[in-house]
Protein backbone atom coordinates (compact mmCIF):
# COMPACT_ATOMS: atom_id res chain seq x y z
CA UNK A 1 0.00 0.00 0.00
CA UNK A 2 1.48 3.30 -1.38
CA UNK A 3 -0.95 5.53 0.68
CA UNK A 4 -2.65 6.84 -2.38
CA UNK A 5 -5.53 5.42 -2.74
CA UNK A 6 -8.37 5.01 -6.01
CA UNK A 7 -11.94 4.50 -6.78
CA UNK A 8 -13.40 2.24 -8.07
CA UNK A 9 -10.83 -0.24 -8.70
CA UNK A 10 -12.95 -1.67 -11.77
CA UNK A 11 -15.51 0.24 -13.31
CA UNK A 12 -17.56 -1.64 -16.63
CA UNK A 13 -19.44 0.77 -18.85
CA UNK A 14 -21.79 0.64 -21.88
CA UNK A 15 -20.38 2.90 -24.74
CA UNK A 16 -21.88 6.29 -24.40
CA UNK A 17 -22.07 6.47 -20.54
CA UNK A 18 -19.98 9.05 -18.12
CA UNK A 19 -17.98 7.57 -15.64
CA UNK A 20 -15.89 9.11 -12.99
CA UNK A 21 -12.99 8.05 -11.00
CA UNK A 22 -11.35 9.35 -7.79
CA UNK A 23 -7.86 9.50 -6.53
CA UNK A 24 -6.92 10.10 -3.04
CA UNK A 25 -3.14 11.30 -2.70
CA UNK A 26 -0.80 10.80 0.40
CA UNK A 27 -2.21 14.25 2.42
CA UNK A 28 0.41 16.80 2.67
CA UNK A 29 1.60 16.44 -1.44
CA UNK A 30 1.19 18.92 -3.58
CA UNK A 31 1.83 17.16 -6.91
CA UNK A 32 -1.08 14.47 -8.17
CA UNK A 33 -0.47 13.13 -11.63
CA UNK A 34 -3.06 11.27 -14.14
CA UNK A 35 -1.83 8.59 -16.33
CA UNK A 36 -3.41 6.28 -18.49
CA UNK A 37 -2.16 2.65 -19.73
CA UNK A 38 -3.32 0.45 -22.49
CA UNK A 39 -2.13 -3.38 -22.15
CA UNK A 40 1.40 -3.91 -23.27
CA UNK A 41 2.33 -0.48 -22.83
CA UNK A 42 4.00 1.89 -20.34
CA UNK A 43 1.69 4.62 -18.50
CA UNK A 44 0.90 8.01 -20.49
CA UNK A 45 0.80 11.09 -18.99
CA UNK A 46 -2.51 13.24 -19.23
CA UNK A 47 -3.03 15.69 -16.77
CA UNK A 48 -1.01 16.86 -13.66
CA UNK A 49 -2.16 19.44 -10.39
CA UNK A 50 -0.39 21.91 -8.30
CA UNK A 51 -2.86 22.00 -5.19
CA UNK A 52 -5.94 22.76 -6.96
CA UNK A 53 -4.38 24.10 -10.15
CA UNK A 54 -4.58 22.14 -13.28
CA UNK A 55 -0.93 23.19 -14.74
CA UNK A 56 -0.59 21.14 -18.03
CA UNK A 57 -3.01 18.71 -19.63
CA UNK A 58 -2.15 16.10 -22.88
CA UNK A 59 -3.22 16.14 -26.21
CA UNK A 60 -5.03 12.75 -25.36
CA UNK A 61 -6.86 14.49 -23.12
CA UNK A 62 -10.09 15.42 -26.05
CA UNK A 63 -12.85 17.49 -24.33
CA UNK A 64 -14.71 14.71 -23.42
CA UNK A 65 -11.84 14.26 -20.18
CA UNK A 66 -12.15 16.44 -17.39
CA UNK A 67 -9.77 16.61 -14.10
CA UNK A 68 -10.70 18.30 -11.18
CA UNK A 69 -8.85 18.69 -7.89
CA UNK A 70 -11.07 21.09 -5.68
CA UNK A 71 -9.15 22.11 -2.43
CA UNK A 72 -6.26 20.48 -3.56
CA UNK A 73 -6.73 16.90 -1.80
CA UNK A 74 -8.89 14.44 -3.48
CA UNK A 75 -9.11 14.57 -7.69
CA UNK A 76 -11.51 13.18 -10.07
CA UNK A 77 -10.94 11.98 -13.61
CA UNK A 78 -14.47 12.15 -15.56
CA UNK A 79 -15.07 10.92 -18.63
CA UNK A 80 -18.17 11.90 -20.98
CA UNK A 81 -19.48 9.45 -23.42
CA UNK A 82 -16.92 6.86 -23.52
CA UNK A 83 -16.17 5.38 -26.41
CA UNK A 84 -14.70 1.91 -26.64
CA UNK A 85 -10.93 3.35 -26.92
CA UNK A 86 -11.09 4.64 -23.83
CA UNK A 87 -11.04 0.95 -22.03
CA UNK A 88 -7.81 1.16 -20.28
CA UNK A 89 -6.11 1.11 -16.63
CA UNK A 90 -6.00 5.03 -15.52
CA UNK A 91 -3.70 5.47 -12.28
CA UNK A 92 -2.78 8.04 -10.36
CA UNK A 93 0.19 9.14 -8.32
CA UNK A 94 0.81 11.87 -6.02
CA UNK A 95 4.30 13.59 -5.09
CA UNK A 96 5.36 16.27 -2.62
CA UNK A 97 7.04 18.15 -5.20
CA UNK A 98 7.84 18.00 -8.55
CA UNK A 99 11.46 16.96 -7.60
CA UNK A 100 10.08 13.43 -5.44
CA UNK A 101 9.29 10.21 -6.68
CA UNK A 102 5.85 9.71 -7.55
CA UNK A 103 3.59 7.09 -5.15
CA UNK A 104 1.52 5.69 -7.36
CA UNK A 105 -2.51 4.17 -6.55
CA UNK A 106 -3.55 0.55 -7.46
CA UNK A 107 -4.85 1.71 -10.87
CA UNK A 108 -8.28 1.87 -11.93
CA UNK A 109 -9.50 -0.61 -15.01
CA UNK A 110 -12.22 0.90 -17.41
CA UNK A 111 -13.82 -1.78 -19.86
CA UNK A 112 -16.27 -0.15 -22.08
CA UNK A 113 -18.75 -2.09 -24.10
CA UNK B 1 11.01 7.13 -32.12
CA UNK B 2 9.84 6.60 -28.84
CA UNK B 3 11.70 9.45 -26.49
CA UNK B 4 12.25 6.00 -23.84
CA UNK B 5 13.57 3.08 -25.34
CA UNK B 6 13.91 0.17 -22.91
CA UNK B 7 15.88 -3.47 -23.78
CA UNK B 8 15.12 -6.26 -23.73
CA UNK B 9 11.05 -6.23 -24.10
CA UNK B 10 11.55 -9.37 -22.39
CA UNK B 11 13.65 -11.46 -20.14
CA UNK B 12 13.47 -14.86 -18.64
CA UNK B 13 15.96 -15.52 -15.93
CA UNK B 14 16.72 -18.54 -13.41
CA UNK B 15 16.99 -18.25 -9.85
CA UNK B 16 20.31 -16.31 -8.63
CA UNK B 17 21.15 -14.98 -12.10
CA UNK B 18 22.44 -11.31 -12.52
CA UNK B 19 19.45 -9.38 -14.00
CA UNK B 20 20.66 -5.88 -16.50
CA UNK B 21 17.75 -4.19 -17.96
CA UNK B 22 18.37 -1.17 -20.35
CA UNK B 23 16.83 2.06 -20.79
CA UNK B 24 18.18 4.99 -23.08
CA UNK B 25 16.43 8.66 -23.87
CA UNK B 26 16.61 11.20 -26.24
CA UNK B 27 15.57 14.49 -24.97
CA UNK B 28 17.07 16.62 -22.00
CA UNK B 29 15.24 15.00 -18.34
CA UNK B 30 15.44 16.58 -14.88
CA UNK B 31 15.75 12.77 -13.15
CA UNK B 32 14.99 9.43 -14.59
CA UNK B 33 12.76 6.63 -12.12
CA UNK B 34 12.94 2.70 -12.41
CA UNK B 35 9.39 1.72 -11.00
CA UNK B 36 8.18 -1.94 -10.98
CA UNK B 37 4.67 -3.20 -11.63
CA UNK B 38 3.47 -6.51 -10.83
CA UNK B 39 -0.18 -8.32 -12.18
CA UNK B 40 -3.10 -6.59 -11.45
CA UNK B 41 -1.19 -2.90 -12.05
CA UNK B 42 0.33 -1.65 -9.03
CA UNK B 43 3.38 0.42 -9.24
CA UNK B 44 5.97 1.03 -7.16
CA UNK B 45 8.37 3.75 -7.16
CA UNK B 46 12.29 2.09 -7.03
CA UNK B 47 14.88 4.92 -7.68
CA UNK B 48 14.82 8.46 -8.56
CA UNK B 49 18.19 9.47 -9.94
CA UNK B 50 19.55 12.12 -11.82
CA UNK B 51 23.15 11.43 -11.28
CA UNK B 52 25.65 8.54 -10.53
CA UNK B 53 24.24 5.16 -8.73
CA UNK B 54 21.93 4.36 -6.27
CA UNK B 55 21.69 1.21 -4.64
CA UNK B 56 18.81 -0.24 -2.35
CA UNK B 57 19.02 -4.24 -0.93
CA UNK B 58 19.71 -6.25 -4.45
CA UNK B 59 18.84 -3.48 -6.88
CA UNK B 60 21.30 -1.09 -8.19
CA UNK B 61 20.38 1.84 -11.17
CA UNK B 62 22.94 3.73 -12.79
CA UNK B 63 22.64 6.59 -15.19
CA UNK B 64 25.18 8.40 -17.59
CA UNK B 65 23.44 11.34 -18.45
CA UNK B 66 26.18 12.28 -20.87
CA UNK B 67 25.15 9.28 -23.03
CA UNK B 68 21.43 9.56 -22.02
CA UNK B 69 21.59 6.04 -20.83
CA UNK B 70 20.35 4.12 -17.61
CA UNK B 71 20.46 0.60 -16.62
CA UNK B 72 18.60 -1.53 -13.77
CA UNK B 73 20.48 -4.24 -12.15
CA UNK B 74 18.83 -6.94 -9.95
CA UNK B 75 22.10 -9.35 -8.24
CA UNK B 76 20.81 -12.68 -6.93
CA UNK B 77 17.42 -12.66 -8.68
CA UNK B 78 14.68 -14.24 -7.36
CA UNK B 79 10.66 -15.39 -8.65
CA UNK B 80 9.17 -12.87 -6.31
CA UNK B 81 11.46 -10.53 -8.90
CA UNK B 82 9.23 -11.09 -11.79
CA UNK B 83 7.05 -8.09 -12.69
CA UNK B 84 7.59 -5.69 -15.44
CA UNK B 85 10.10 -3.10 -15.15
CA UNK B 86 9.33 0.39 -16.74
CA UNK B 87 11.71 3.28 -17.11
CA UNK B 88 10.28 7.25 -17.03
CA UNK B 89 12.21 10.69 -17.58
CA UNK B 90 10.85 13.84 -16.38
CA UNK B 91 11.19 15.74 -19.11
CA UNK B 92 12.62 19.66 -18.82
CA UNK B 93 11.33 21.02 -21.86
CA UNK B 94 9.16 24.08 -22.15
CA UNK B 95 9.04 23.86 -18.66
CA UNK B 96 6.94 20.27 -18.89
CA UNK B 97 7.03 18.39 -15.72
CA UNK B 98 5.67 15.12 -16.96
CA UNK B 99 6.91 11.79 -17.11
CA UNK B 100 7.43 10.19 -20.42
CA UNK B 101 7.12 6.12 -20.09
CA UNK B 102 9.12 3.36 -21.52
CA UNK B 103 7.43 0.01 -22.66
CA UNK B 104 8.36 -1.67 -19.90
CA UNK B 105 10.50 -5.05 -19.86
CA UNK B 106 8.80 -7.97 -18.62
CA UNK B 107 11.00 -10.21 -16.43
CA UNK B 108 10.38 -13.48 -15.13
CA UNK B 109 12.21 -15.27 -12.87
CA UNK B 110 11.97 -18.88 -12.99
CA UNK B 111 12.97 -21.26 -9.49
Known amino acids: DTGVSQDPRHKITKRGQNVTFRCDPI?????LYWYRQTLGQGPEFLTY????????KSRLLSDRFSAERPKGSFSTLEIQRTEQGDSAMYLC???????????FGPGTRLTVL | KNEVEQSPQNLTAQEGEFITINCSYS?????LHWLQQHPGGGIVSLFM???GKKKHGRLIATINIQEKHSSLHITASHPRDSAVYIC?????????????FGKGTKLTVNP
Open chain 1, 93 to 103: ASSLTSYNEQF
Open chain 1, 27 to 31: SEHNR
Open chain 1, 49 to 56: FQNEAQLE
Open chain 2, 27 to 31: VGISA
Open chain 2, 49 to 51: LSS
Open chain 2, 88 to 100: AVALTQGGSEKLV
